[in-house]
């Protein structure tokens, strides 16, 4: 779909409102949300996680809106409780921009929402939820005529030992391709070092992972300068690693 068809899907008014400081979990686990605190007033729509674009104020504002065009970013906006992350019931706008590093807090925002992904659910774990978070955001991707991170163009071949990103071979000794498979082949799965190291070294741990440490950081080092940035492999704090595709 183009995106002139896809913004004249439009499903509701404007939401304006604050970008405030909340505790930063998407952060933590690689997929870092702003929380829009909407102006005093304002009809949300129903619950769910929508594809949207924000516009950001700037100092100098103009036209339709009161930031520059050049401030606008797609996104994906959650709008409902967070059952799997939290158990208040509160309703609340968070909103992951896509291919954006920078602060916002305390920032004036603009949101627009143009289709609805799917509903809220509960997950039976984080790593679940990030797995359909970066689902949305691959359809969010598609629907706006985005790249596609070239990480989610990684294919591999146990039966040849063969990894290949895009149309790139990626030479890999023995156990950098076995614990890049093991993650690729899991995608829902955040897997600890120790469960790494067990399964691919075939010993126990002892709580001594150094060498999967190791093994992320060359795996890493070989496929960034394919995939524009994008870590692969991303680190749960305190856990461990998982795939991350998009």
């Given at each position: 779909m183009t995106e002139k068809k896809a913004e004249e899907e439009l499903l509701s008014g404007e939401i304006r409102g604050e970008i405030i400081h909340k505790r930063g979990i998407g952060r933590l686990v690689g997929i870092p949300t702003a929380d829009l605190?909407?102006?005093?007033?304002t009809q949300l729509p129903g619950t769910g996680v929508y594809a949207g674009k924000i516009l950001l104020d700037s100092?100098?504002?103009c036209g339709e809106y009161p930031g520059r065009e050049s401030e606008r970013y797609c996104c994906a906006v959650h709008i409902g409780p967070c059952p799997t992350m939290d158990s208040d019931k509160a309703v609340l706008v968070k909103i992951h921009i896509l291919d954006f590093q920078r602060e916002i807090f305390g920032s004036r925002a603009t949101l627009r929402l143009y289709r609805k992904i799917r509903d809220v659910r509960s997950f039976d774990s984080a790593s679940l939820l990030l797995a359909q978070i970066e689902k949305d955001c691959l359809e969010i991707r598609r629907l706006w005529g985005m790249e596609v991170p070239l990480a989610s163009r990684l294919t591999m071949d146990a039966s040849i030992r063969q990894a290949v990103l895009?149309?790139?071979?990626i030479y890999l000794s023995e156990k950098e391709f076995a614990v890049l498979y093991l993650l690729w082949s899991h995608p829902d799965i955040s897997f600890t070092k120790e469960n790494i190291y067990e399964t691919v070294w075939q010993e126990p741990s002892n709580q001594s992972c150094h060498a999967v440490e190791n093994t992320v950081y060359q795996i890493r080092k070989k496929l960034r300068p394919f995939t524009c940035g994008h870590e692969t492999i991303k680190t749960i704090t305190g856990f461990g690693y998982k795939y991350s595709g998009s």
């Open positions: 605190r909407p102006d005093q007033g100092e100098e504002g895009g149309d790139r071979e």
